[in-house]
Every structure is written in C-alpha cells, then in structure tokens.
C-alpha cells in the first residue's frame, strides 16, 4: 500500500481527533464529551449526510445504475452475516455467533461518512445514491440473524423471538427512520433545499465530525480493555472479515461496472460493522449473546482499523484495479 | 403515614418500557424513572457507552399496596432471569397530604 496514502488518511483532522480521543483513555486523562453532546453529533451526522445524499440522488435521478448497485447492497447485507455465521460457529455457540455475523452484516454510518471525507480530500466524489445503499444495508442483516437464530438455536418456549418488536427494531430504528427520512428530503427540495441547509450541514460538517469522532476515540478507548476478554480468534474475525468482505465488495464492484468513487464507498460499506442499530436489536432478541463480545469487536477492533488502515487499504487496491 | 410496599426496579435502558408496561397493567398510579442509571451486575459492568443503550440500565420506582407489589414482581420475574436486572420490594410509609 502507497505509504503516502496512508498519511494522507491519517493527517486529516478528524482521524487525528478519533486518535486523540483514544489516546486521552490510554494516557488516563479525564477528557469526556458531556453526556448528550455524542448523540446530537450523531444526529447531526446523519441529517447531514441524508440531505445531502438526497440532493445529489435528485441531480442524478434514479437509473438503472443506481438500481443495480442497491440491490447489489442487500445482497451484501443478506451474504455476509450468513457465512459470518458459519466461521463464527467454529468457535462460538449459536446466540453470540448470530449477535457477531448481525453486527458485522450491517454497517457504521460514521465509517462511511469519514470514507467521504477521505474521497473529498482526494478531490474524487461518489454517487448520492450510496448513501441510500448505506440505508438499505442498515437492516437485512438483523432479520438474517434472527432467521439463523430461529433455525440453529435450541430455546426453551418462554423464550421466543418477538419478531414484531424486533423487525420493528431493524427497519424503524432512529438511524435508519432519519436517514430515510432525510434522503427523502434531500431528494424532494433538490438545489434549493441544499443551498438552505447547506452553511449549518454542508460548511460545518467536517468540523462537527472531528468533534464525533473524538468522542468515538474516547469511547473505543474504554473498550480496549475489554479487547483481551474478547480472544485471538476474535480480534483476528474482527480486522480479517472486514477486509475479506470489503475485497468481495470490490470484486463485486468491478464486474458490475460501478464508477471509482462508488466502488470504494461499497467496499466501505460492506467492510464496517455496526455499533448502533444491531447492538440494540441483539440486545433484546438475542440477550443470550454477550454485548462485551460484539460492542467491542466492531468499536474497539474494526472501527479502528477501518479508520486508520482499511480506508487508505480498501482505496489502494481500486485505484490500482480502476487505474 | 400510611404502610405501602416501594418497589425498584433496575433493567437495561433497552427493557424499559416492558417493565413500564407490567407497572401500568399492575394498576399503579404512578411511577419515577431515572434513564442512564450505571454501575455493575451480575451480567457485568453498565458504563453507560454513550452510542448505544446496551450499556446502560434504567431505574425504576413506585410506591404501591402489598397486593400490586406482588403482581409486579410476579410479571417481572420471567423477563429478569431472561435478561437480568433486579427488583426489590421493601416496607415504606407513604405520607399521606
């Protein structure tokens, strides 16, 4: 991988932020972001990055391309927590295996939206219609793990999923309500609407994701002391399926002709687990599972190495494929 | 002052509004919430991870006649071995205004 890449990605400001925070956890300083503030950020995110998705989907319009490469995405979401599933039986029993390959079959809005800002810095651009990708792939995988759940797992009867509480989890989460929500939005106001929205979600974004991501520094770094509960297994699942899922993404890319930008953004996607979504959903269909197993492998293992290695990595090999 | 039974509960964040639910079919009257409760039980630590409520508990309390304390604990009990927390039921005087 090009050493200069590699700088680039992390002598940006809010990779240098996340590392910040981590290091003032590892350092023992008593640096936090008060309580409230990480969930406004996150919000702000999310609105910003489905305005603007919307705005660049209404310039674009809704193609065949564009179609193609959604349903590509749920095929992504639908395959990787299956053979996730299988790999992690190996070594897991059924309730951890199915929270793990859920969490890896969905995907981190944060790790798309700093992938962005990487592509930006580049000066390349992606297609408005990923962020509706990114969307489309927040859900699948919870639905595919509570399939595997109700097909592997051995429960007494008091014990059975509530499948409308839990789809309702998957496809109404907050994240997914305000990123469709927002598209929408984005899609229906066009130029006008972004020009409106654009000096509080479009100049200040990359400022209010440093500030994110320096709170996400602090929080990984609570949880790296978890990392040796979690095992060698599966530390080694956790920086190993990202790149094996994003180089299938790529492979998938490549043969179905999606332009450089979005071929990247897809790999992201398919690379990154959740943190958000799934953990909450897993927690009340699956409460079996250990959430210190599977909050800490994606926030503590793939986030970081997503940030700071797969980013630059995964960009690497499709500049070097797309030329 | 009146005898009444006070009943706590402690539960993930995310189990809140089942807990709710057996208090408001139970009769009770009415209820305190404290959201983003920490600390450390049998199924580990609460710190209260600030993206997701998996790692963080609610607590609950009501004061209640010794008859609906006992409905309370007895809807509770399934959903507590499922997913761990904690109920406890102790004597108070309610002061009657």
Redesign the interface.
Known sequence: MGFDLLLQNILNPPVLMFLLGLGAVLLKTELEVPQPLPKLFSLYLLIAIGLHGGYELSKSGITLEVLKVLLLAVFMAVLVPVYAFFILRLKLDVYNAVAISATYGSISAVTFITAGSFLNNLGESYGGYMVAAMTLMESPAIVVGLILLTLFAKRENNSKVNWGEVLREAFLNPSVYILMGTLLIGFLTGEKGWKAMDPLFGVLFKGMLAFFLLDMGIVAGRRIGDIKRVGVFLVAFGILLPVFNALVGIFLAKTFGFAKGDAFMFSILCASASYIAVPAAMRLSVPEANPSLYVTMSLAITFPFNIAVGIPLYYFLINHLWG | MKPMKKVEVVI?S??LSRVLNVLEKAGVSGYTVIK?ALGKGER??M?G???????KNSYVFTVCPEETAYKIAEELR?LLK???GACLVSDVLWLTH
């Open positions: 993930d995310i189990y983003d580990g630590m710190a991870d600030e993206l997701t409520d998996v790692f399934p499922k997913v761990g």
